[in-house]
């Protein structure tokens, strides 16, 4: 069984839950948004369409959809490794401090029109 400082929890994630969730992140190659999406006003994230949003302050990107269960640290790292979302092949797990920003953009509603799940748990590289 891998450590429990793999995980990140947020405030309604205190619960057990039983689906592990994962949210991928891409760094590199992110595009500038061009503001022509109809995001709302002070919105960080937008969608792209393909089922990914980015964060305008930052150019990172996330994938919209949960992933399936994933139990480990090695089954996510193997999912990021083949994922082919939004036509990039370079994703990779986020860290404990973006997934925390990810987290607090949703929890202060300045994600927009991006609609992502972020209840759940998730795995990142950092212990």
């Known amino acids: 069984m891998e450590p429990e400082t793999n995980f990140f929890t947020g405030r309604n994630i205190l619960k057990s839950l039983t689906t592990v969730c994962l949210l991928a992140l891409f760094l590199s190659g992110c595009a500038t948004s061009s503001g022509k999406d109809g995001s709302s006003a002070g919105a960080r994230m937008i969608p792209l369409g393909n089922g990914i949003c980015q964060d305008t302050r930052t150019g990172k990107m996330w994938q919209v959809e949960p992933s399936r269960t994933l139990k480990s640290l090695e089954a996510a790292q193997n999912y990021v490794a083949s994922l082919k979302t939004g036509g990039y092949d370079d994703w990779r797990l986020p860290t404990v401090t973006e997934l925390f920003d ?13 609609a992502m799940q ?10």
């Open 118 to 127: 972020v209840e759940g748990t998730y795995w990142s590289d950092e212990p």
């Open 102 to 114: 990810l987290y607090m953009i949703f929890d202060l509603h300045q994600n927009g029109n991006c």
